[in-house]
């Protein structure tokens, strides 16, 4: 992995004179690919709608260009002018530096200076000879003239033409083939996953167009507003000042303030004094707070998909390698890599590097935060998902998979025995915990409001098949029961089958509940179903099994047949069934069942 990061890298870097032209040729597509489209389907053609974009685009640039060198041209001529402002701001801060620390510092400056030209040691004769000495020049006949002088100049004036050459023209032939260009990848992708790729080429190109469009609006329209800001204040060169708060505005973060380190060096030569300094911060202050917290989130909607931290070592990344332009192409280069990453299967770890979306799941991040004991943490998960789900869902999705998880971890000895209890008590003090908030609502029962007015009561008795894992998952089936209509009792864990026959002779239950959470454990489950239906065989027992993906009809067959009446892998199943229980009790003509050493009536 690390080789083939390396050979990537390095590929993109030696490659930037060719792949900086095509990333730019690229973005610029998608960007204009939409109008190509709509001009296409009013039966223009698609070569003339090429054309007539392309062409449309490199006028544009070149008049935006045109206007701002002028204006450059015009700042160099003007700037004698204003330079005895800047010397009167000059001359002030010396005078409030004057006896100040500037001063003093100034000052001990020059005293070492002092000493160090008087600890000078005059010279040695063999010192002033070779001082003394003329250094030889060798006078060369230049010869006539050579491409490589004419190359030392027109190089670096060439080799940025030839690039916007270009892009110009990978722009206009990829606005041109862009369907042969489809067709040739999805050609590669292979036939089975035809479906699968125009999918993801379809959805990842309008995600992409979309982005780069309101992007280029949005900047677009935070120049407009800063030109005409600076020009109502006063400031020379407006424009010239808007539209490079248009181009620096695509650098995350930094750019919108890169751009005012311009305009304010303007306002502090243009006047005398610091009021139009503080109204050019005010003003970018203002216009970016509102782009960044208004109409960014309104246009983008949650965002661009890139999480802040990913995006700014993109940012650091991108123009390391590709120096200023890749520090400007960053932001749209990164959000491309992260939509190509959430629609291409291979290219899936863009997605949850970059991405903005969790790389984990609430319930693995639940039971990731349980296993780093920060329970504070994991009741905060629990609590923000009870603003968006019941609290029976947040208990089915949530906590029973994190006992689900302890369990199996115990099962490979990824953790001990001590381990399984802290973390069954910390998930039994979550769900008690959630239990309590008002948030919570009402808790999801099956009985009618008919059967809830008779009054009808039921006697349930839970009981752990081994360990606190079964223990915590009979709490939350206890929180989630109607009070009203249910009276709930939880037998010790470490109770024997004789002490559990005593307390089933005493309380005598009209169901008994096992708790027996996945994986493994059938085998206890079983034998302790089979040994309360031979003392008790009118009596009805409910395994929980919650939580199970092993073979389920298996372990129901093997459980049924110990003398279970139902077998639920659901916690909500079992809590709809034993909350139906309170009505049926009491209605004239349902069946009582004898609990104690009663028989069964299959009536």
Not at 105 to 124: F, G, H, I, K, M
Not at 484 to 509: F, G, H, M, Y
Request: proline share 6%; with cysteine; hydrophobic share 50%.
């Amino acid at each position: 992995m690390l080789l083939g990061i390396a050979l990537v890298v390095g590929f993109l870097f030696l490659a930037r004179p060719v792949l900086i032209p095509l990333a730019l040729a690229l973005l610029i597509t998608f960007l204009l690919a939409p109008v190509v489209t709509w001009l296409t389907r009013r039966r223009l053609g698609r070569v003339p709608s090429a054309t007539l974009v392309t062409l449309a685009a490199l006028s544009l640039t070149v008049l935006v260009g045109w206007g701002i060198a002028r204006q450059v041209g015009a700042l160099i001529e003007s700037y004698p002018q204003y330079e005895r402002n800047i010397n009167a701001k000059i001359a002030g801060l010396r005078w409030v530096g004057r006896e100040g620390t500037v001063e003093r510092a100034r000052n001990v400056a020059s005293r070492v200076q002092r000493q160090l030209e008087r600890a000078d040691v005059e010279d040695t004769p063999e010192e002033a000879e070779v001082r003394r000495a003329q250094p030889v020049r060798m006078v060369v006949d230049p010869g006539p003239f050579r491409i490589a002088e004419f190359w030392s100049f027109a190089g670096p004036i060439l080799a940025p033409l030839a690039a916007a050459a270009l892009v110009i023209v990978l722009v206009f032939f990829m606005l041109m083939g862009r369907e042969d260009l489809r067709d040739r990848f999805i050609a590669l992708m292979g036939e089975r996953q035809l479906a699968q790729t125009t999918r993801a080429l379809d959805d990842a190109g309008s995600r992409i167009s979309r982005f780069l469009m309101t992007q280029l609006a949005i900047n677009a329209s935070f120049g407009v507003v800063v030109g005409i800001g600076l020009f109502l204040l006063g400031i020379p060169f407006a424009a010239l000042w808007g539209a490079i708060a248009f181009v620096l505005r695509y650098i995350p973060y930094l750019g919108p303030w890169l751009a005012m380190l311009l305009p304010l060096s303007m306002a502090l030569l243009v006047t005398s004094d610091w009021s139009a300094s503080l109204a050019v911060v005010a003003l970018f202050a203002v216009v970016e707070g509102v782009t960044n917290l208004l109409v960014e989130p309104m246009l983008y909607g949650r965002g661009i998909g890139v999480s802040q931290p990913a995006l700014l070592m993109a940012v650091a990344f991108w123009t390391w390698l590709w120096g200023p332009v890749g520090l400007v192409l960053a932001s749209p280069l990164t959000v491309c890599l992260v939509v190509l990453g959430r629609h291409a299967p291979n290219l899936k770890f863009l997605d949850t590097l970059l991405g903005d979306r969790p790389a984990l799941e609430p319930q693995q991040r639940f039971y990731q935060r349980l296993l780093a004991r920060d329970q504070d943490e994991a009741a905060e998960i629990a609590d923000a998902e009870l603003e968006r789900r019941t609290l029976p869902e947040i208990y089915e999705s949530l906590l029973v998979p994190a006992l689900n998880a302890v369990r199996q971890d115990a099962r490979m000895d990824r953790i001990e025995e001590s381990g399984v209890q802290q973390l069954s008590e910390a998930v039994r003090e979550i769900a008690e915990a959630l239990a309590r908030q008002p948030a919570a609502g009402a808790k999801m029962t099956q009985t009618t409001e008919e059967d809830a007015l008779s009054g009808a009561r039921i006697r349930l008795l839970g009981i752990p098949s081994r360990d606190a894992a079964d223990e915590a998952a009979l709490a939350m089936l206890a929180a989630l029961l109607p009070e009203n209509s249910c009276d709930w009792t939880v037998a010790n864990r470490a109770q024997d089958t004789q002490d559990l026959v005593s307390l089933i002779e005493r309380e005598k239950p009209d169901l008994v509940c096992v708790a027996s959470i996945p994986p493994g454990g059938v085998t206890h489950a079983r034998h302790l179903c089979t040994r309360l239906h031979a003392r008790f065989p009118g009596m009805r027992i409910v395994i929980g099994r919650w939580g199970s993906t092993g073979d389920r009809e298996r372990e129901r067959a093997q459980l049924l047949s110990a003398g279970a009446e139902r077998v639920d892998v659901r916690l909500l199943d079992t809590l709809r069934f034993c909350s139906g229980l309170a009505g049926d009790s009491e209605r004239p003509g349902a069946s009582a069942r004898p609990v104690a050493m009663g028989t069964f009536d299959p009536t």
